[in-house]
């Protein structure tokens, strides 16, 4: 057998759902010489990014930290730390990723009901309240930016609501975190978890998590043992927390990606950031529009991130997404579940989020719908959104 090549893959742009590209000093960082996971150095490291961390959430919750795996992780850490065999739990279901909710919490034993609207939709809060009063459930959980379907879920004063009948508040924002505001203590969230390889513009390996108080309560108060050995909070915050102790090998240049992805946040600014994926999103919908082109998720609740457009009819979903990957380097996201082959998701996070990406993929996914026969004026997308890029503040 010969040995395979020295790896060269052709450059992407990652303008997919995640990963996305990585940011220059993230990467740079990566190249950092290791360390051991429990040396002083590592350790000074860790306390470091866990701060930082803290301030993305907006929240002053101790355990916070990442957990050394992908987002999948965190969704897994909160739910089998939280809920116990029987205890009663409300999952709010709008597409692919309360589904799999769905599925962990179903694993862990849950008492499970299930909240439902159409795919690209949003949840009201008065019809969660009333499933709580009824079902009075130890724990909900719902997603914060709903990656398959590109709709943004409003939390602000959900915790509240949850409070009052006793409830635990899971939010995924896997999506959201590093792009539009994520306030756990002013929502008032109990456990959070996200990833590192979309907003805050770091490779895949990482899944910050966060519990606040009532959260840490409730799982000093199990019956029961934690399903999983390695995500049991119990043992990983002994690592992470004053004592550090031993618990596993900490992927050491992951901490140092992440370390360098939240300096940057820091550095632009809570504000400043979310202002920029606004911004891009507006130019970027102004184009698709411009286009004839129509977002799936429900108006006024469209994620500045992640940018899901429905398909026009006729278009061949695979053979697009295969022209712009090989003409133009360019990957989007395909659609998931209920959107299979209907939907294409264009993701722009973390450090895609700039005009020059907005106005490459529109000039692309131009030419890729007029070689299938749909009608658009040429140029229309970038020139509208130039227009929007002109104009605005």
């Known amino acids: 057998m010969s040995l395979p090549g020295q790896l060269n893959p052709t450059p992407r742009l990652l303008l997919g759902p995640g990963p996305s590209d990585a940011h220059p000093r993230v990467l740079s960082a990566m190249a950092t010489p290791l360390l051991g996971h429990l040396d002083p150095q590592f350790l000074q490291i860790m306390t470091e990014t866990a701060e930082m961390l803290r301030l993305a959430y907006q929240t002053k919750n101790t355990l916070t930290f990442p957990i050394s795996a992908t987002g999948m992780a965190g969704m897994e850490t909160t739910l089998v730390n939280l809920i116990e065999p029987g205890d009663r739990v409300v999952i709010c279901c709008k597409g692919y990723f309360g589904t799999r909710m769905i599925d962990v919490a179903g694993r862990c034993g849950a008492q499970l009901t299930v909240l439902e609207v159409p795919w690209g939709q949003v949840f009201d809060f008065d019809r969660i309240r009333d499933t709580l009063r009824s079902v009075r459930p130890k724990v909900l959980g719902i997603v914060h930016a709903e990656t398959s379907t590109g709709a943004y879920q409003p939390l602000q004063g959900l915790g509240q609501l949850c409070h009052e009948f006793d409830t635990l508040l899971v939010a995924d924002c896997v999506t959201s975190l590093g792009c539009v505001p994520v306030a756990l ?136 997404r295969k022209q712009l990957l090989q003409e133009f380097g360019i990957e989007i996201g395909v659609g998931l579940g209920d959107f299979k082959g209907k939907v294409w998701r264009i993701g722009l996070m973390g450090y895609n989020s700039r005009p020059n990406n907005v106005l490459l993929v529109l000039a692309a996914i131009e030419q890729v719908l007029r070689k299938q026969g749909v009608s658009i004026a040429p140029g229309a997308g970038v020139a509208a959104a130039e227009q929007f890029y002109a104009t605005s503040a």
């Open 185 to 320: 203590d002013d929502w008032e969230i109990d456990a959070a978890y996200s990833c590192s390889q979309k907003g805050l513009s770091c490779p895949p390996g990482l899944s910050p998590v966060s519990f606040s108080e009532r959260a840490v309560e409730a799982m000093s108060q199990r019956k029961t043992k934690v399903q999983s050995w390695y995500f049991d909070m119990t043992m990983i915050r002994q690592y992470w927390g004053g004592d550090r102790a031993y618990h596993h090998t900490a992927p050491i240049t992951m901490v140092y990606a992440l370390r360098e992805g939240l300096r940057l946040l820091l550095e632009e600014g809570l504000s400043a950031r979310w202002a920029r994926h606004l911004r891009n999103h507006q130019a970027l919908k102004a184009g698709l529009t411009a286009m004839g082109l129509k977002y799936s998720a429900q108006e006024g609740y469209q994620l500045p991130q992640l940018n899901a457009i429905l398909l026009p009819p006729g278009v061949d979903d695979l053979a697009g």
